[in-house]
C-alpha cells in the first residue's frame, strides 16, 4: 500500500509538473517535497471533516464524501497552484 501510495504521488507530481502547472523554474525535489507536504496536509484536512460530517453532523457518508470530493478538489488545486507549483 506504501508503495503505490508514493507511485501514485510521484505520477501525481510528475503529471501536474510538465502539464497542469508547466513548471520547470523551481528545483524538482522542492515541489515533489512541496506536493508531498501539501498531500498529507489535505488528507488530513479530509479525514477530520469527514469525521465531522459523518459522526459529528450525522450526514450519510456518501453524501459527505460527495461534499468534500467538491470542496477537497477545489483547495487542493489552489494549494497547488499556489504553493506547491507557484511560478518565481
Known sequence: MVISIL?????????NRHWTFNTTQTPALVEFSRYLSANIGLF???????????????????????????C?????????RDWSFRKK
Request: neutral net charge.
Open 72 to 80: 477537497m478538489t477545489i483547495l487542493n488545486f489552489t494549494i497547488h
Open 44 to 70: 488530513a484536512i479530509n479525514l477530520a471533516l469527514m469525521a465531522a460530517l459523518v459522526s459529528g453532523l450525522g450526514i450519510h457518508y456518501l453524501a459527505a464524501s460527495a461534499i468534500l470530493a467538491v
Open 7 to 15: 507511485i501514485a504521488n510521484t505520477l501525481g507530481w510528475a503529471l
